[in-house]
C-alpha cells in the first residue's frame, strides 16, 4: 500500500484526556500536512511539514496541539486536555517537494475521526 | 483575504447525464492552483483534478473536467456519464504560494438510476 495511512480510525475521549494522532505520508513525499474537518464544513489548514521542519501554524492550533515529524517521515498530532469543540476528523496529507515551479498535489490519508465526551 | 465558494449545497442527477458543480473563488495571487477532491462517506478525500492559473487549457482527467474562467474567477467541475459510484461530496479548493489548501464548503452530489 502505497497510500498516506492514518492511525487510528477512531478515537472516543473524554473532555480532559490527551490524544496523539499517527500520520505516515506516502513514501518519499518531502510536504506532510495536517488539516481538520467538522461536519458540514472543508477541511481546514492546521500544520505543514517540510522534512522535520514545521514551517507553517495555523491560528487554529492553539497551545494545546503540538504536531512532531521528527525524522521527516511519519507525523504526530497531540492534543492536550481535550475539549469538545476539538470533535473533528482528523485528515493529514502528503506530497512531493514543488520542482520546477509546478504545483503538486497534495494527496490525503483515510483520516482520524476524534470524539470527545 | 483568500476565498473559495461553493453555492450548491447539493445536486441531483440521473445516471449516465452530465452535471457541473460550481465554485467561484478570491486571490490576490497571481500564481495559484485550483483542485477538485471527492470525499465519500468513507471520509476520504480523493484527487480529481487540478487547474493552474497559468495552464491556457482546461484541465481534463477521464470522465473529469475543468471549466475554468480566470476572468470570472470560476473553476467549475463537469462529470460526464454519471455512475451510481459518483454519489459523494465535492470539494472545491485553492493551493496559493504558502502551499496550504482553502477549501469551500462542499456539494452533495446525488447519482440516481
Known amino acids: 500500500d502505497t497510500g498516506v495511512s492514518q492511525n487510528p480510525r477512531h478515537k472516543i475521549t473524554k473532555r480532559g484526556q490527551n490524544v496523539t494522532f499517527r500520520c505516515d505520508p506516502i513514501s518519499e513525499h518531502n510536504r506532510l500536512y495536517w488539516y481538520r474537518q467538522t461536519l458540514g464544513q472543508g477541511p481546514e489548514f492546521l500544520t505543514y511539514f517540510q522534512n522535520e521542519a514545521q514551517l507553517e501554524k495555523s491560528r487554529l492550533l492553539s497551545d494545546r496541539f503540538s504536531a512532531e515529524r521528527p525524522k521527516g517521515s511519519f507525523s504526530t498530532l497531540e492534543i492536550q486536555r481535550t475539549e469538545q469543540g476539538d470533535s473533528a476528523m482528523y485528515l493529514c496529507?502528503?506530497?512531493?517537494?514543488?520542482?520546477?515551479?509546478?504545483?503538486?498535489?497534495?494527496?490525503f490519508g483515510p483520516g482520524t475521526r476524534l470524539t470527545v465526551l | 483575504a483568500q476565498k473559495i465558494t461553493q453555492t450548491q449545497p447539493g445536486m441531483f442527477v440521473q445516471e449516465k447525464e452530465a452535471v457541473t458543480l460550481d465554485c467561484t473563488y478570491d486571490?490576490?495571487?497571481?500564481?495559484?492552483?485550483l483542485f477538485w477532491y471527492k470525499q465519500p462517506s468513507s471520509g476520504e478525500m480523493i484527487f480529481l483534478i487540478y487547474q493552474g492559473s497559468y495552464d491556457e487549457q482546461n484541465a481534463t482527467e477521464g470522465r473529469y473536467s475543468l471549466n475554468f474562467q480566470k476572468a470570472r474567477k470560476s473553476a467549475n467541475l463537469v462529470i460526464s456519464a454519471s455512475q451510481l459510484g459518483d454519489s459523494a461530496m465535492y470539494f472545491c479548493a485553492m493551493r496559493e504560494a504558502t502551499d496550504k489548501l482553502i477549501f469551500g464548503t462542499g456539494t452533495r452530489l446525488q447519482v440516481f438510476p
Open positions: 486571490t490576490s495571487d497571481q500564481s495559484y492552483g
Open positions: 496529507a502528503s506530497s512531493p517537494f514543488r520542482s520546477s515551479g509546478r504545483t503538486d498535489t497534495q494527496y
